[in-house]
């Protein structure tokens, strides 16, 4: 027989439709947000790897966009 599942809160402070982040709290989030705004590098995983793939597959292949407008 399998198992029922609990139902659980998906909110981490046990109230539903509330949740509570340390990382926004300290405006961690939003330092973050704000460097990578004004810097043009990404902080998060995906974002270093999409930039790393950009400039690798425009390195082999060259930027179309800016031999067009040369």
């Known amino acids: ?8 809160s998906t909110s981490n402070t046990g109230i539903p439709g509330l949740s509570f982040s340390w990382r926004e709290f ?6 973050k947000r704000k460097f990578t705004k004004e810097t043009g590098i990404p902080t998060t995983k995906a ?3 999409r930039k790393i793939g950009r400039a690798v597959l425009d390195w082999i292949f060259g930027n179309k966009e800016k031999d067009e407008k040369k």
Not at 1 to 6: G, L, Q
Not at 26 to 31: A, D, F
């Open 47 to 49: 974002g270093i790897e």
């Open 26 to 31: 300290l405006g961690i989030t939003k330092m």
């Open 1 to 8: 027989m399998a198992k029922k599942r609990s139902r659980k």
